[in-house]
Structure formats: C-alpha cells, structure tokens
T-cell receptor, first 113, second 111 residues
Framework: NAGVMQNPRHLVRRRGQEARLRCSPV?????VYWYRQLPEEGLKFMVY????????ESGMPKERFSAEFPKEGPSILRIQQVVRGDSAAYFC???????????FGQGTRLTVV | DAKTTQPNSMESNEEEPVHLPCNHS???????IHWYRQLPSQGPEYVIH???SNVNNRMASLAIAEDRKSSTLILHRATLRDAAVYYC????????????FGKGTRLHILP
C-alpha cells in the first residue's frame, strides 16, 4: 500500500482512557484522511487534513475526537474518554495533491473493554 | 451521498474475466472515476482511475462509457485473491475533496 504506516495495529483501551492513533503518510504526501469502519459496516469519512490545517472535519464526532497533522511528524487521531462504541478499525490514507490517488494504511483496530 | 450506484454483490469463477459495473449519472466534467478495493481485514487499495478514455494497468482495465454516466471495472482473469469489496468513487480533480465510500460490490470468486 505504498508506504502509509499506521501504529499501533491493535490497541486495547479501557472505558474512559485515551486512545492515540498514529499515521505516517507516504513520504512527500501532504494530504491525510482518516476513516472509521465499524464491524461489518462501510468506511466512514472522519477528517481531511493538510499539513497543519484541518480542511474538512464534517465526519468527526463533535466531542472527544480530535485530529492533527503537524509540520513535522505523523498525523494523530486522538479519542478521549473512549467508550465501547468507539471500537472499530481506523484507517488513514495519504495523497500527494488534492483529488490525487489515495494510499491507505493497514489500519488500527481499537478495542474498548 | 456517494453519487455512484453498484450492485451489492457479484460472483465469478476463478480464472474467468469479471466485469464490475458502476452507474454515475450525475457525474460532472471535472470528476475522475476511481476504483478501490478492500480485501478482508485490510485497508482499501487503489485499483485504477480515469477521466474519459479507457485505462489499463497491471491490476485491471477501466472502460468508461462515452457519455461518462457509467463505467466498468474489468478484472481479466480473476483469482481467489481478488475476492474483495470493490468501490467505485467519483473524485473532483479541481477542488479539495474527501473520498466518500459507498457500499461497493462484494465480489465472490468461486474455485
């Protein structure tokens, strides 16, 4: 998948803890997308970022979820005070320019116990 | 919201060609047609994309109707590893645009 790295691959958190999901885009890509996939469901758009800017966060829950893509380092999806309903696979994708081909990572599977 | 229509599922025999249809009657002049697929327990994978002309790559071919209101993804010789959900997506090549996945077509390959 052209080098998008997500870590950790699996993450277990207790209810009320924080989850931090990391995404390193393909080298040189400045556009990052985050998606969530609940078990047996489709991919739901969450947020679209360019370096240091949030372009579209229309799919992000209003509370507890935040995302950033700093000038240096990976993009981070942060979920505060996790609940069981947050259990899902979270996928990150990157592209080199707007509308360009997106390359996806293998995802982080979050389990809230 | 996805702007494309695909059959929910399809079946094909191994080593035979597969034609996956997609309708996009409201396509705009700047929309590219992208295809992605998601194998079980993996992230989505880019397959192919095009604007007006038919396209070929090592994975598949994309046939685009002359009026651009429909397209067909062609897998020339399906293998068991091609069993996946295939998504047809429109992406605007001009403005910043998030990728919206529909329900896709679940392709079953019969040995």
């Amino acid at each position: 998948n052209a080098g998008v790295m997500q870590n950790p691959r699996h993450l277990v958190r207790r209810r009320g803890q924080e989850a931090r999901l990391r995404c390193s885009p393909v080298k040189g890509h400045s556009h990052v997308y985050w998606y969530r996939q609940l078990p047996e469901e489709g991919l739901k758009f969450m947020v679209y970022l360019q370096k240091e800017n949030i372009i579209d966060e229309s799919g992000m829950p209003k509370e507890r979820f935040s995302a950033e893509f700093p000038k240096e380092g990976p993009s981070i999806l942060r979920i505060q005070q996790v609940v069981r309903g947050d259990s899902a696979a979270y996928f990150c994708a990157s592209s080199p320019y707007q509308g360009g081909v997106a390359f996806f990572g293998q995802g982080t599977r979050l389990t809230v116990v | 919201d996805a702007k494309t229509t695909q059959p929910n599922s399809m079946e094909s025999n191994e080593e035979e060609p597969v034609h996956l249809p997609c309708n996009h009657s409201t396509i705009s002049g700047t929309d590219y047609i992208h295809w992605y697929r998601q194998l079980p327990s993996q992230g989505p994978e880019y397959v192919i994309h095009g604007l007006t002309s038919n396209v070929n790559n090592r994975m598949a071919s994309l046939a685009i109707a002359e009026d651009r209101k429909s397209s067909t993804l062609i897998l020339h010789r399906a293998t068991l590893r091609d069993a996946a959900v295939y998504y047809c997506i429109l992406r605007d090549g001009v403005r910043d645009d998030k990728i919206i996945f529909g329900k896709g077509t679940r392709l079953h390959i019969l040995p």
